[in-house]
């Protein structure tokens, strides 16, 4: 018993978002709101002036690590979409119309494609790329093959690009969840310090304190995942992610994962299609709007449309 740490010694607003974003999240704008409705007595005041800034720093970060992470979704599984047409329609093609030219097993066609289809369909996506960019250099020497080569370059090219962009989201996933969990921290400190003053301050009428706080927040633990929507959405076509459970002002995060661009909007009837009145987001950029910002007043339907007719798109809708 001598090494239990004293109940008061524990920052529960540290324990209960440990894992949990969305539940500090949740507490911080709970406890910022209630500090900015009593910010008329100079004690409270002091509070809010100093906890508002953190509020927003988390909810900044908090925004920018879901749109970091859905944005990666989508370019992986772009460019898996690509890995897969390699293996299971590009090599096929490029084998067959170099057989056309060289027999296979002769000594150029072992030269062009010394391993077969096998490079191309196994290992590492970082070693397909490599292997679809050396085919188009040992194809250049062949001008009966440039029809080819040239799209064996281009496909090598996007593969490429492709990677290169889904690294780069990778690392900012890294980067933003780093920064999340550092502002986290922040703000569970700050509120176990207002704690502290709101406790020397109501010290005689200690309930006084819990108005101050989501206390039914604090008191879970555990993981709590955000509400989600995401997939590929058709070109120029509409669907809809949420059917209720939300109200005029609840917030939602939208990201847009995809290469086309898309519309978000509520409406009053599943199958409704966008009209103007709602958030266009450009590829691989996010918005944070609330319902009423994006529709009438007292919609239930939350839909997306494509605004692109001739390509598929990928749409992505946290509810936060």
């Known amino acids: 018993m001598g090494n239990t740490t004293w109940h008061f010694a524990e920052n529960q607003f540290d324990n209960c978002t440990k894992q949990s974003k969305k539940r500090m999240n949740r507490i911080s704008s709970d406890h910022d709101s209630k500090l900015q409705a009593e910010s008329s007595d100079p004690d409270i005041l002091v509070l809010f002036n100093r906890f508002n800034p953190l509020r927003t720093a988390y909810s900044n970060s908090y925004t920018a690590s879901i749109s970091a992470n859905a944005i990666y979704k989508g370019k992986t599984a772009f460019f898996e979409s690509l890995e897969k047409e390699l293996s299971e329609t590009k090599i096929e093609d490029w084998d067959i119309q170099i057989q056309v030219v060289y027999k296979k097993g002769t000594p150029t066609y072992?030269?062009?494609?010394?391993?077969?289809?096998?490079?191309?369909?196994?290992?590492?996506?970082?070693?397909?790329?490599?292997?679809?960019?050396?085919?188009?250099?040992?194809?250049?020497?062949?001008?009966?093959?440039?029809?080819?080569?040239?799209?064996?370059?281009?496909?090598?090219?996007?593969?490429?690009?492709?990677?290169?962009?889904?690294?780069?989201?990778?690392?900012?996933?890294?980067?933003?969840?780093?920064?999340?969990?550092l502002q986290r921290i922040i703000s569970a400190n700050m509120m176990y310090g207002d704690l502290g003053i709101l406790m020397d301050k109501f010290r005689d009428n200690p309930t006084q304190i819990e108005r101050f706080f989501d206390l039914e927040a604090i008191r879970q633990t555990g993981a709590e995942e955000e509400e989600m929507r995401e997939g590929p959405i058709a070109g120029g076509d509409s669907l809809n992610a949420f059917s209720g459970g939300f109200i005029d002002i609840t917030e939602f995060l939208f990201a847009n994962p995809g290469i086309t661009n898309l519309a978000y909007f509520t409406s009053n009837t599943a199958d409704g299609v966008y009209a103007g009145v709602g958030v266009e987001v450009a590829p691989g950029t996010s918005v944070t709007k609330k319902a009423i910002e994006i529709g009438d007043s007292g919609n239930t339907f939350l839909n997306v449309t494509n605004l692109d007719p001739d390509n598929q798109g990928n749409y992505s809708i946290t509810m936060l």
Do not use: C, W, Y
Request: proline content about 6%; aromatic content about 2%.
């Open 110 to 181: 072992i030269e062009l494609l010394p391993r077969g289809r096998e490079p191309f369909q196994k290992g590492t996506r970082d070693q397909k790329i490599e292997e679809v960019l050396a085919l188009g250099n040992r194809l250049t020497p062949h001008p009966a093959l440039a029809a080819t080569k040239m799209d064996v370059d281009a496909f090598g090219i996007s593969m490429k690009d492709a990677r290169n962009v889904q690294q780069q989201n990778e690392v900012l996933v890294a980067q933003t969840s780093d920064l999340l969990e």
